[in-house]
């Protein structure tokens, strides 16, 4: 049996800080956990004489990946130094030289998950990325044991901080996003190029990792189709409360049959849905599966502390497989081919703001447009706006196809009588 | 390796009923995760002749336990028969069989956890529980493996679906304690003798199984300190909602230091807290880890099929280990000795209703009781009340102890200026 277990890191950040801490830190615990001690043989770090937040003896500091992923004695590379290329090509030269891996790399899971889990697969290394998706929450672990034996049919997830800090701030305290962002971004809750977070395309990496697994496809981020924040507005929140319902940015996995749908846009949320009530830069994932029902997890969605413990918990189970011999059977490649559904077969319920013209024969008008494509309302209001001839008209359709939605938003948008489609957005909820 | 593997069922009531459909309905799936073939081989029910809902074999099925727990070729014995004195006798002997044992007696853990899962570990078997504690969130599993390099010093848990069922109705509908319950009967939401569920004693034993994992402490259901939801009132629910609190069966169990607390009570929470949302029969479980931070899990608390996913990802654990000849690692007999803090150790805040005298010095008199024990007041709203004479004060403290509370809870009792305490409740939150 192994004796004892060295590791090495890619990246010696906020997380790879946190990974030696608690390594390091925890040495009592860990060795009770797994029964032998683990120990840092070499960290890649890009600036040999930085001031470093952690201590940690300079012999163990290398700027050379090779010393890592070619090291004889480590038998575990860490890699938290993000970005794709680089990081693919480690990752695949550590796994090649049998090295289990571990990473926090949502970006390469979502862009090469498959081939690197299939390298780990033929390799017989364990390839964990629990860290990869919502930093604090045992997510991908329970998607792979606790709910192994029940059939998961949909996933909902508020999977991005950021922009739930944002859709809350802008609901409670009334602000516009241009506002909330630049206070995000003074706080540090908010990167100064947001257009990965805002515009939803960080969730949709998520999702992409959570929807292969839980579906066991290969989906990939060009599957997610993706809208983000930016152009939700104030009125928007006010009509989407005054209706019963929360704004969040809901990245969508679902299943009929054996077609899938992968989609984050911003949603709304009946109140009483468990989601709608995860504020602030929480993150949480709801998962229905057809024996269990409903479940969510909820939990801090990065930080260093919970992204690192997330690490040290793969760390646990390399390590314990390690122990036993057993690496690599917890690698499971995608079972079933990808089969995206179309427009025709995902369902949904819409939210529409219009400005229209304000006069006689306008609301039968726009009725019809519904009417014609076998739409029903489910909600209706329409008041006077204070520009001239100009009235605003909010509803939410009853559920109907993303296909015959799109044509509504053609016509509506063709039609002479709406001036402009201030918004649009999918309603959970209904049949 | 092994290449098949039998299961024995102690009873065939809703859940094994459930555990059986699963298993015969999945093999497919159970095969692919497992990979080898599942049966079932017998089946212990007390009246052969009785019609069942799910199919089976008349020739699986059998009257006498013996057939199950003594039979040669079977490996893994799932009791769901419930009760405790022949419950534990089974699991006993199948253990001291070398059978792996899957339960979801929550009874039985929380009163003899630690002596079945010390013969577990004796005979290098798996003793498998998450079907015990919350139907259908993996959180045993969650708190082994996703959690296990964390420092976890507080869990808060609605773990009882009744009484979380009853509160949510008699806040929404302003309806009586009564009322709800006999609803409650009449839908079978409540049993027709609710004791054990609205007297906290369920809810009791699932927090003294929890406490001891997440503790790794042998916390015995009598270490529990426990309230039920009886004596809650309309005007409680009423000036809970008034402060921005909800009414929850709150079980707690905290960490400090060395020392633990675990108790069972109504208890307010501040609207933003994660579990304040969870309505109606519902299930949630909080965890604070010093690394992970806050973490909720949240999803159906019972029900056929839930606590039938869950034996059965107890099962796919076990079978998974069995194949691997790694049975018994996982079972972890509590490593810390037990220390339970004293009540000048708990702290916390609490709520008072007071029917008090309505004369002058009033308030000064009873102001000065708090002022005396060193305990100043957070909130505090005096009205008239319809009787003659009589003034209600509601309070709230900031942050005290659970001594200093009860000398306080004395001296009120006994001073002539509170004519009675209409209610007394802990509320969350604060240093």
């Known amino acids: 049996m192994v004796e004892n277990v060295s590791v090495g890191l890619l990246g010696l950040g906020t997380v790879g800080s946190g990974v030696v801490r608690m390594v390091e830190g925890h040495q009592e615990e860990l060795l009770h956990r797994v029964g032998c001690p683990v120990y840092i043989e070499k960290v890649l770090v890009q600036n040999l004489e930085k001031e470093r937040a952690c201590v940690i003896k300079p012999e163990l500091l290398t700027s050379s990946a090779e010393d890592v992923v070619n ?3 480590i038998d575990v590379v860490i ?3 993000g970005g794709i290329e680089q990081a693919r090509e480690y990752i695949l030269q550590a796994l090649n030289n049998k090295k289990h891996v571990i990473t926090a790399n949502k970006d ?6 498959a081939e690197l889990l299939s390298t780990a697969e033929k390799n017989g290394c364990d390839l964990f990325y629990e860290a990869s998706v919502a930093g ?7 998607l792979v044991d606790g709910l192994a034996s029940d059939r998961i049919t949909k996933m909902m997830g508020i999977v991005n901080g950021t922009t739930n800090y944002i859709l809350t701030k802008m609901d409670k305290q009334n602000l516009t996003f241009e506002e909330v962002l630049k206070e995000a971004q003074e706080l540090g809750y908010a990167e100064s190029d947001p257009t990965s977070d805002v515009e939803g395309i960080d969730a949709a990496r998520k999702m992409a990792i959570l929807a292969s697994l839980g579906f066991s496809m290969n989906i990939h981020l060009d599957d997610v189709e993706v809208k983000g924040i930016s152009n939700i507005t104030s009125e928007d929140l006010e009509y989407a409360r005054q209706f019963g319902y929360s ?8 299943k009929d049959g054996g077609k899938v749908e992968v989609s984050v846009e911003p949603t709304l949320l009946p109140d009483t849905h468990p989601l709608a009530s995860v504020q602030n830069e929480n993150n949480a994932v709801y998962i229905y599966g057809e024996a269990v029902g409903e479940t969510m997890f909820f939990g801090p969605g990065a930080g260093q502390l919970p992204t690192a413990t997330s690490i040290v918990s793969d760390l646990v189970a390399v390590v314990r497989n390690m122990r036993l011999g057993v690496n690599g059977k917890s690698v499971v490649a995608p079972q079933f081919e990808k089969q995206l559904k179309q427009a025709e077969e995902i369902e949904g319920k819409y939210f529409y703001r219009l400005h229209v013209k304000d006069e006689a024969g306008t609301f039968s008008a726009l009725t019809s447009v519904f ?3 076998q739409v029903s309302l489910e909600k209706l209001l329409q008041k006077p706006v204070d520009e001239d001839g100009v009235a605003e008209v909010v509803l939410v359709t009853h559920t109907t196809t993303k296909h015959q939605n799109e044509q509504i938003y053609q016509q509506l948008r063709d ?3 709406v001036k402009v489609i201030k918004s649009h957005y999918r309603v959970e909820g209904g049949a």
């Open 247 to 254: 704004m969040k940015l809901i990245g969508n996995a679902r």
């Open 108 to 113: 390469l899971m979502a862009l090469h998950g």
């Open 71 to 73: 090291h004889p004695d």
């Open 79 to 81: 890699e938290v130094i």
């Open 415 to 417: 039609t002479g009588i």
């Open 136 to 142: 604090g929450i045992p997510i991908i672990r329970t």
């Open 371 to 373: 009417a014609e494509n």
